[in-house]
């Protein structure tokens, strides 16, 4: 059975779309319609019959729960609110987004392989792989008289053929779903498979995945270990595999081959269309992408027979018109269902098989009453100045699940410094320690800093006068001499706070710089800062260095190697970077965020080039997009 959960339009998007239950609560099942037998053996009519079979069960289903609101939609009921006031409430829908086979269930609309698939419009067949002509809408009285004209035919075969050439629909539209329609439906059944099977084809699967298992890390970002040997059903894999895969193609397909910039169009309309807030300039560039994506579309029909004539890829004509008419398509992702689904799927694990219904609403009951005790113990602690959770882990997720996240080490809209040090390195038993809450954080000479890296590490050498002659250029007032001494403290983990272009809320990157993190190896994150230079500068966090002068002044610095820009076109908006082998010092002042540099695989063996990733979020995307053309806000 599926979950059916009522989730109140007036949260906030962040608590709606949050994990979990996003703020819902189960008000039914909705019974899966097995097929008893083999669609094989039965006949056309037969199939038909059983389809219309289970459009009736739905259609029950949905009477049973809309029936007790049909008359408060009308006529309204008195309603004491939160704030003690009594109104009168009109409960209703003002969204409704489905997957295609759902929405041909629900709104009694005939299946892909009808004359007009779209349950929006009247396409017809041949031209759903159209996205910039427009046809005639759907609506319920057009429809209405399609059933009344089909219910007054003569015989059932006259007016099923009328059935036959409008579809059934009675609703005023279906939203656009970025999961099912682009996640699932665009890339992941389509798109992926013809990249799967094109490096099949060409032996190169398996390159594909151990380049893929290489690709730097980054948070919020899943790390794909088995491109070739796993089938991959969240829409969330398949997003991020999306938002890494040209950046593998580009070093194992044909020269020019067009399947990469069909991809890369694809997923600028996916970036654009799932941002928080939408603009005016933001709607002008869906559109242009909208334009580039069937441009490419056509040529990758040409030279790999691939067909886009299917109703998902249609409806991204629809698109724009939703965000128009509905707000922006994050208030329409089935994604939080996706998340409900696994909660339930938890609870009915820990029944026992029988009547299962009742217990899956005890439980879920008995978590909610759980959370609510948690939140109220953690505001009760926080109210009178005490931390309730341990230093670098917040509370435990207040939706039941016993998942504990990371804490953020900044308020938002810090008036101090956007950055905060973690992780301290500890140097062995070597000079001055000062334990505090957080460990050791060990203060060295600067010339006792370099032997303990070793005099064959690059990034220190000549570490003495170059960090000396740094601060003295940045702070002319600060004077001091070659036999001052300079303390330092070394770090492995940047927390950096910046205000995000996608909402102009603040935001937060967590960036490593571990010669060893997680037992895995070394990683070196990267950043993007301010330069004087055009464009977007990055560079390669090496070390995190926090030094007291002798005037106690406190500078933190990070040694880092700039990446030269070099431009290199092979998508729109492809920007590559040389990483250079000098090491450079960097003010924290001057950092923004952090970036993700995905390796050139192809390059010469000379030459460090990287490919900047700006699909990890809508914020970097609109950065990367501004600092090319200067064209969405």
């Known amino acids: 059975m599926f979950p059916i959960v009522l989730r109140a339009l007036w949260l906030p998007s962040e608590i709606r779309n949050a994990?979990?239950?996003?703020?819902?609560?189960?008000?039914?099942?909705?019974?899966?319609?097995?097929?008893?037998?083999?669609?094989?053996?039965?006949?056309?009519?037969?199939?038909?019959?059983?389809?219309?079979?289970?459009?009736?069960?739905?259609?029950?289903?949905?009477?049973i729960i809309f029936e007790s609101i049909w008359r408060k939609a009308s006529t309204g009921e008195l309603v004491e609110c939160g704030d003690t006031v009594d109104r009168v409430l009109y409960p209703g829908f003002l969204i409704e987004s489905l997957d295609f086979e759902e929405a041909w269930n629900f709104t009694c609309c005939r299946a892909g392989r009808a004359k007009h698939p779209c349950p929006r419009c009247l396409v017809s067949q041949d031209m759903l792989h159209?996205?910039?002509?427009?046809?005639?809408?759907?609506?319920?009285?057009?429809?209405?008289?399609?059933?009344?004209?089909?219910?007054?035919?003569?015989?059932?075969?006259?007016?099923?053929?009328?059935?036959m050439d409008f579809g059934l629909h009675d609703i005023v539209a279906m939203t656009y779903d970025l999961v099912h329609f682009d996640e699932?439906?665009?890339?992941?059944?389509?798109?992926?498979?013809?990249?799967?099977d094109l490096l099949k084809r060409l032996s190169l699967l398996t390159k594909a995945t151990e380049l893929m298992a290489e690709f730097p890390r980054w948070r919020n970002l899943k790390h794909i270990n088995d491109l070739a040997t796993k089938d991959f059903s969240d829409g969330q894999t398949h997003l991020d595999i999306l938002k890494c895969i040209i950046y593998i193609l580009c070093e194992l397909l044909p020269a020019k081959s067009p399947l990469i910039p069909c991809i890369r169009a694809l997923l600028q309309c996916r970036m654009v269309l799932g941002l928080k807030v939408m603009t005016q300039s933001r709607k002008e560039v869906v559109e242009r992408f909208i334009k580039n994506y069937e441009h490419w579309c056509k040529k990758v029909f040409e030279e790999h027979g691939k067909?886009?004539?299917?109703?998902?890829?249609?409806?991204?004509?629809?698109?724009?018109?939703?965000?128009?008419?509905?707000?922006?398509?994050?208030?329409?992702?089935?994604?939080?269902?996706?998340?409900?689904?696994?909660?339930v799927s938890q609870h009915f694990q820990q029944t026992n098989m029988r009547n299962a219904e009742a217990q899956i609403t005890v439980r879920d009951e008995d978590q909610e009453a759980v959370a609510r005790t948690r939140l109220i113990v953690y505001d009760f602690f926080k109210s009178n100045g005490d931390n309730p959770c341990p230093d670098d882990m917040e509370a435990e997720s207040l939706e039941g699940f016993g998942r504990r996240i990371l804490k953020s080490k900044l308020a938002p809209g810090s008036p101090a410094n956007h950055w905060i040090f973690e992780s301290p390195l500890r140097h062995g038993d070597t000079v001055v320690a000062n334990r505090n809450c957080r460990g050791f954080l060990v203060k060295i000479s600067i010339r006792s800093y370099k032997y303990l890296h070793g005099g064959n590490n690059p990034v220190y050498r000549a570490f003495d006068p170059r960090l000396r002659d740094f601060p003295h250029a940045q702070f002319p007032a600060e004077y001091f001499t070659y036999e001052d001494t300079i303390m330092v403290e070394t770090f492995q983990c940047l927390y950096l706070s910046y205000q995000s272009r996608e909402d102009w809320r603040n935001a937060e990157d967590i960036l490593r710089c571990n010669s060893n993190w997680n037992k895995e190896g070394p990683r070196y994150d990267c950043i993007?800062?301010?330069?004087?230079?055009?464009?977007?500068?990055?560079?390669?966090?090496?070390?995190?260095?926090?030094?007291?002068l002798p005037s106690s002044r406190i500078v933190n610095l990070a040694v880092v190697n700039i990446s030269k820009w070099r431009p290199k076109t092979v998508w729109d908006g492809c920007l590559v970077y040389e990483e250079g082998k000098e090491f450079s010092f960097l003010l924290l002042d001057y950092v923004i965020r952090g970036a993700l540099l995905a390796p050139a695989h192809g390059a010469r063996s000379t030459q460090q080039l990287r490919y900047l990733v700006d699909g990890v979020d809508g914020d970097m995307f609109l950065r990367i997009l501004n600092a090319i053309e200067h064209v969405c806000y």
């Open 130 to 163: 159209c996205l910039q002509k427009s046809f005639p809408a759907r609506n319920s009285s057009e429809m209405r008289a399609a059933i009344d004209r089909s219910r007054r035919a003569p015989n059932a075969t006259q007016g099923e053929k009328i059935l």
């Open 19 to 63: 994990s979990g239950n996003g703020g819902g609560v189960i008000v039914g099942f909705m019974v899966m319609v097995l097929d008893p037998g083999n669609s094989e053996e039965r006949t056309e009519r037969q199939n038909y019959g059983f389809a219309q079979f289970k459009r009736e069960i739905y259609q029950q289903v949905l009477e």
């Open 307 to 343: 067909s886009f004539r299917f109703p998902k890829q249609h409806f991204l004509a629809h698109a724009l018109e939703d965000v128009r008419l509905k707000g922006v398509l994050r208030n329409a992702t089935t994604r939080t269902g996706e998340g409900t689904h696994q909660e």
């Open 184 to 196: 699932s439906g665009k890339w992941a059944h389509h798109l992926w498979v013809l990249t799967l």
């Open 528 to 548: 993007m800062f301010n330069s004087d230079e055009p464009g977007v500068a990055c560079a390669r966090l090496r070390s995190l260095i926090r030094c007291r």
